[in-house]
T-cell receptor, first 112, second 114 residues
Framework: DAKTTQPNSMESNEEEPVHLPCNHS???????IHWYRQLPSQGPEYVIH???SNVNNRMASLAIAEDRKSSTLILHRATLRDAAVYYC?????????????FGGGTRVLVKP | DAGVIQSPRHEVTEMGQEVTLRCKPI?????LFWYRQTMMRGLELLIY????????DSGMPEDRFSAKMPNASFSTLKIQPSEPRDSAVYFC????????????FGDGTRLSIL
């Protein structure tokens, strides 16, 4: 699996946007970009995924660079409940299974 | 809707004992994954199944670990004999077998081996 690089941690103020960067310079043409987050004492939960175009859902937006070597997860208005570790994962779209390889992620702290 | 259900939530046992972790996937999902999370190594995939058949067990640390899926609604992960270094949080996840279906995780089993 291609590797991703994320900052170890980020801080944000409540009700402000949070932009979480992810570098994936070795991404292949069939790799999808997936984001999961893990709240304290819980299992990871799916956030969003995309291939080339920007994506929006009720949880977040995913902005993908034109060359696909980086992407940014955007939380539009952070709440205290968004404090979690956010994982950026590349998944090979050619592979039949849904295997995910988790890296270290970015720990997000939201200040009231 | 019920999510992925894992039991027990916490397990404390002495080294050398057999440990059995259980997982009930979301009804209808045909793919199941076992992960282990520690501070040192993060989240690691141990093994995954499709239609109850093990597909990739390359992440299983050693022969002391075994996993089974006797039917579509139940899976077990066994450690025998257990060792203190097996202490970790073990997560089960399920999904539909397909290219981009999200995985749904349980709340995990926190295992402590004394």
């Amino acid at each position: 699996d291609a590797k991703t690089t994320q900052p170890n941690s980020m801080e944000s103020n409540e009700e402000e946007p949070v932009h979480l960067p992810c570098n994936h310079s070795t991404i292949s043409g069939t790799d999808y970009i997936h984001w999961y987050r893990q709240l304290p004492s819980q299992g990871p939960e799916y956030v969003i995924h995309g291939l080339t175009s920007n994506v929006n859902n009720r949880m977040a937006s995913l902005a993908i660079a034109e060359d696909r070597k980086s992407s940014t997860l955007i939380l539009h208005r952070a709440t205290l409940r968004d404090a979690a570790v956010y994982y950026c994962i590349l998944r090979d779209g050619k592979a039949a299974g849904n295997k995910l390889t988790f890296g270290g992620g970015t720990r997000v702290l939201v200040k009231p | 809707d019920a999510g992925v259900i894992q039991s027990p939530r916490h397990e404390v046992t002495e080294m050398g004992q057999e440990v059995t972790l259980r997982c009930k996937p979301i009804s209808g999902h045909n793919s199941l994954f076992w992960y282990r999370q520690t501070m040192m190594r993060g989240l690691e995939l141990l093994i995954y199944f499709n239609n109850n058949v093990p597909i990739d067990d390359s992440g299983m640390p050693e022969d002391r670990f075994s996993a089974k899926m006797p039917n579509a609604s139940f899976s077990t992960l066994k450690i025998q004999p257990s060792e203190p270094r097996d202490s970790a949080v073990y997560f089960c996840a399920s999904t539909f077998w397909g290219s981009n279906q999200p995985q749904h995780f349980g709340d995990g089993t926190r295992l402590s081996i004394l």
